[in-house]
């Protein structure tokens, strides 16, 4: 029989011990203990409140973590484990399960399961046979009334809606850290902290209460860390917050003029130069580069002039396809007024008689040219002999002139010579 307390939380199977003089412990009860009380105060709670418990007991996992970790690695084979003990917990007339040989990781599933159950277990025997047995005892009140399956169908689903809320929270958390630098991201090719640094001078000597710390991060980015500028230097996290925001405007108009990075904003870091939190994760936040830089008049384009008599691409690209489709009709016309003969023979012999008409044409003209070009041989001929004997008659007149010129001087110097 089972002895119970008042409350019927407790449970305890006794024997019976009544006969025809004494009852027994058929009138015997338990006393209830400290969790008797907790649940009575419970329930008072509830009555009170208006709460309804069977409301609130569908997300109660009766399980261990353990059981519950155990039972995700291999959930076919915990399923028949569980069934197993499910029969003999309602089966009053069994005491013992014993559970064939098994790894001693499955042994330690059926030990944590045991425990939930409010059973007894126990390993027994030496390896390969080292087996697990389960007792029934005196807490032992009945099995659990949900399965392993659906336990933890409730935890996945109390994770996946935990994420967003702690997601959330984290979030918050995040935005709630103070800015303590810059964040420069696709900084320009080959730039180099000493030109950075040298940039950037004019505007970061602005704040002397400030040393700043330049680093190149894996991600290529770079960060330009704010802190005090001597450890006497007393300023806090608001300040240099204040401080960095104050001087971002000029920062981000020197860093786009000078083109050393596509974009600025400021940046949370803790002591590994690990980013926490970034301006462009914040609601309405103007894309990283200040009001004066993203306000900026774009740059004007002056009007393409096309120089003197040159021609446009469009034009010269018409001129072209003119003159293509303008050899293309002359070439179709060509091809339309060529005449398709019947005879090919016939065509072929005609061909032949024109070419010998031309060659005894061409024969004929070539000897009348010859004839003609004898006599102007013959002609060229006479003249030039012709020319020689007006030369030769020349020459002798010359002659001529020249004797009696000799005589008359030879006369007259005899004459002189005499008188």
């Given at each position: 029989m089972f002895m119970t307390?008042?409350?019927?939380?407790?449970?305890?199977?006794?024997?019976?011990?009544?006969?025809?003089t004494s009852e027994g412990n058929t009138k015997k009860?338990?006393?209830?203990?400290?969790?008797?009380?907790?649940?009575?105060?419970?329930?008072?709670?509830?009555?009170?409140?208006?709460?309804?418990?069977?409301?609130?007991?569908?997300?109660?996992?009766?399980?261990?973590?353990?059981?519950?970790?155990?039972?995700?690695?291999?959930?076919?084979?915990?399923?028949?484990?569980?069934?197993?003990?499910?029969?003999?917990?309602?089966?009053?007339?069994?005491?013992?399960?014993?559970?064939?040989?098994?790894?001693?990781?499955?042994?330690?599933?059926?030990?944590?399961?045991?425990?939930?159950?409010?059973?007894?277990?126990e390993s027994m025997d030496p390896e390969p046979y080292r087996h697990v047995a389960v007792f029934?005892?005196?807490?032992?009140?009945?099995?659990?009334?949900?399965?392993?399956?659906?336990?933890?169908?409730?935890?996945?689903?109390?994770?996946?809606?935990?994420?967003?809320i702690a997601e959330t929270q984290k979030k918050l958390q995040a935005n709630n850290e103070i800015y303590n630098g810059f964040l420069l991201s696709h900084p320009r090719f080959g730039l180099t902290l000493e030109e950075l640094r040298a940039d950037c001078a004019a505007s970061l000597d602005t704040t002397p209460d400030l040393s700043y710390d330049i680093s190149f991060l894996p991600s290529e980015e770079i960060v330009i860390k704010a802190r005090p500028v001597s450890s006497s230097t007393v300023i806090s996290s608001s300040a240099i917050e204040a401080s960095l925001k104050t001087l971002k405007v000029s920062l981000s108009v020197s860093i786009s003029s000078r083109h050393l990075a596509t974009s600025i904003q400021l940046c949370a870091l803790d002591n590994s130069l690990?980013?926490?939190?970034?301006?462009?994760?914040?609601?309405?936040?103007?894309?990283?580069?200040?009001?004066?830089?993203?306000?900026?008049?774009?740059?004007?384009?002056?009007p393409m002039?096309?120089?003197?008599?040159?021609?446009?691409?469009?034009?010269?690209?018409?001129?072209?396809?003119?003159?293509?489709k303008k050899k293309r009709e002359e070439m179709k016309k060509a091809k339309e007024s060529e005449v398709v003969v019947d005879d090919w023979e016939e065509e072929m012999r005609k061909q032949e008689e024109a070419e010998e008409k031309a060659a005894t044409d061409g024969q004929t003209h070539k000897g009348m040219s010859d004839g003609a070009h004898?006599?102007?041989?013959?002609?060229?001929?006479?003249?030039?002999?012709?020319?020689?004997?007006?030369?030769?008659?020349?020459f002798t007149e010359q002659k001529m002139q020249e004797l009696d010129l000799a005589e008359g001087l030879h006369s007259q110097l005899s004459a002189d010579a005499v008188g």
């Open positions: 307390c008042e409350c019927q939380h407790l449970k305890q199977e006794v024997k019976c011990n009544a006969s025809k009860i338990l006393e209830c203990d400290d969790e008797c009380a907790r649940l009575a105060r419970n329930h008072k709670l509830a009555l009170a409140l208006n709460i309804d418990p069977e409301a609130h007991k569908d997300d109660h996992i009766p399980y261990s973590n353990d059981t519950l970790k155990m039972f995700r690695e291999n959930v076919k084979w915990g399923q028949t484990q569980e069934r197993e003990i499910r029969v003999f917990a309602a089966d009053e007339t069994e005491k013992r399960l014993r559970f064939k040989p098994m790894q001693p990781h499955q042994r330690a599933f059926l030990h944590s399961l045991s425990e939930d159950f409010g059973l007894d277990s029934k005892t005196p807490r032992f009140v009945m099995a659990p009334m949900k399965t392993l399956a659906e336990c933890v169908r409730i935890r996945n689903s109390a994770e996946t809606s935990s994420a967003p690990n980013i926490t939190r970034r301006e462009m994760d914040d609601p309405g936040n103007n894309g990283g580069w200040s009001q004066v830089a993203a306000k900026a008049a774009a740059p004007r384009t002056a002039q096309t120089a003197i008599g040159e021609k446009s691409v469009y034009t010269v690209l018409g001129s072209k396809l003119r003159d293509a004898g006599c102007a041989i013959v002609d060229e001929r006479d003249s030039k002999a012709l020319e020689e004997k007006e030369t030769d008659a020349e």
